[in-house]
């Protein structure tokens, strides 16, 4: 399998910390995603990382991709209760998509 | 828009039983997938299309099939369905067929075989 992982599996903070989640691959990729899903939803793309780029930011989200080590980590920055939910990396090799096994996020209020 | 839609949100089958998962999305993607999410698994790729009338296999195709006769419809086919199959099912599409990037997902279809 080609399926990344993720690390932690699970994550509880509370309001107001920061969050990292970090992802391993194992091939080579063209970009590098990363998604949210709330609890029996469907998925929500919230950013994208390309194999060129070691760094972006979008809003309270920050991600750093270092190919050499086919790892990306997606920091959250002051957390809210509302970022609960499980997040996922994805990469993409040609046209296939593989998605990490998940990090469960938990934000006390 | 409606985004990508899926039909149904439920279902149970018996063993053997056959059915289509309906996905459809209305944003004039080319690129359309399945996935299925077990616990513990993450989303694993099932079948993709790249266009209408072009369709390739995922990491875990067998026991499914897929056509693409247009751009907005990308039916899922569990042909003899079994315990295994038992999962949630993702349908989701991506503006680009080459090398795509952002995908917007359907809502999900939680599929129990007896």
């Known amino acids: 399998s080609q399926q990344g992982e993720e690390d932690p599996q699970a994550l509880s903070i509370q309001e107001g910390e920061n969050a990292t989640m970090n992802c391993s691959y194992k091939?080579?990729?063209?970009?590098l995603q990363w998604y949210r899903q709330n609890s029996g939803r469907g998925l929500v793309h919230l950013i994208l990382i390309r194999s060129n780029e070691r760094e972006k930011h979008s809003g309270r989200l920050r991600v750093t991709l270092d190919t050499s080590k086919k790892s990306s980590s997606l920091l959250i920055t002051a957390s809210r209760a509302a970022d609960t939910a499980s997040y996922f990396c994805a990469t993409t090799t040609g046209n296939q998509f593989y998605f990490g096994t998940g990090t469960s996020l938990t934000v006390i209020p | 828009n409606a985004g990508v839609t899926q039909t149904p949100k439920f279902q149970v089958l018996k063993t053997g039983q056959s059915m289509t998962l309906q996905c459809a999305q209305d944003m004039n993607h080319e690129y359309m997938s399945w996935y299925r999410q077990d616990p513990g698994m993450g989303l694993r790729l099932i079948h993709y299309?790249?266009?209408?009338?072009?369709?390739d296999q995922g990491e875990v195709p067998n026991g499914y099939n897929v056509s693409r006769s247009t751009t907005e419809d990308f039916p899922l086919r569990l042909l003899s369905a079994a315990p295994s199959q038992t999962s949630v099912y993702f349908c989701a599409s991506s503006y680009r067929s080459l090398s795509p990037d952002e995908q917007y997902f359907g809502p999900g279809t939680r599929l129990t075989v007896t």
């Open positions: 091939t080579s990729i063209n970009n």
């Open positions: 299309s790249v266009g209408a009338g072009i369709t």
